[in-house]
Structure formats: C-alpha cells, structure tokens
C-alpha cells in the first residue's frame, strides 16, 4: 500500500503561480510512475501530468504544458507539480496519483491504485 498526501493548493489570482507537492509514504519502492489529476465542479477527472519514478519521464496535458512542471524527489518519496501562468479554467481540485506497474498510458486514471485526497486550487479573474 501507498498512501499519498497533497499540499500547496490555494487562492492565487489568473497569472500567477503556485506549487503543489505529494508526499508519498508506505511501500514507496514499489512506485513505477506519480501523476497530477484535476476535477472542476460538474466535470470529470482529467490528467495533468505524469512523471516515472526510475527515470524521470515526465507527460503533460497539451492545456498545460510550458505551464506546469513535475519534478520528483526520490529521496523524499515527493512529487511536485509547479504551476505558472495560472488561468481561471485552472480551478479544481488537484490530485496526486501513484502506481505499481509499467503503463505506457500515464494519462489514464484507470491505471492509478493509489490516490490522495485533494487539495484545492482556485484561480480567479
């Protein structure tokens, strides 16, 4: 088991930035990759961004790349997603993935075991 919880999330105004990470604990060796999912009110979860735990292959959704950035820290069991050029369709409840096995389809949240519980971003205007 994987346990995973976010931090960072907030109120910031559109172009600004903010930095969200995930502290993962529990059977962290297991980890093949960590990704970034969003939910906006009345919409589904849609992916963010991904990156793999071995080798640091990072993907992005086409809304936020050059926007966003995911970084991991393996000895801290961490993942970060830094957030620039914030705009309003930004806002949603941000959350932290992680899974076991290889996937070639880190965009897909089927793949995920292992969720956190959220934390909030909104972006106003």
């Known amino acids: 088991q994987v346990q995973l919880v976010e931090s960072g999330g907030g109120l910031v105004q559109a172009g600004g930035s903010l930095r969200l990470s995930c502290a993962a604990s529990?059977?962290?060796?297991?980890?093949?990759?960590m990704g970034w999912f969003r939910q906006a009110p009345g919409k589904e979860r849609e992916f963010v961004a991904a990156?793999?735990?071995?080798?640091?292959?990072?993907y992005y959704a086409d809304s936020v790349k050059g926007r966003f950035t995911i970084s991991r820290d393996n000895a801290k069991n961490s993942v970060n997603l830094e957030m620039s050029s914030l705009k309003p369709e930004d806002t949603a409840v941000y959350y932290c993935?992680?899974?076991?096995?290889?996937?070639?389809?880190?965009?897909?949240?089927?793949?995920?075991?292992?969720w956190g519980r959220g934390t909030q971003v909104t972006v106003s205007s």
């Open positions: 529990g059977r962290t060796s297991s980890i093949y990759v």
């Open positions: 993935a992680a899974d076991d096995t290889v996937t070639r389809t880190p965009q897909m949240s089927v793949q995920y075991d292992y």
């Open positions: 990156v793999t735990w071995g080798g640091g292959t990072t």
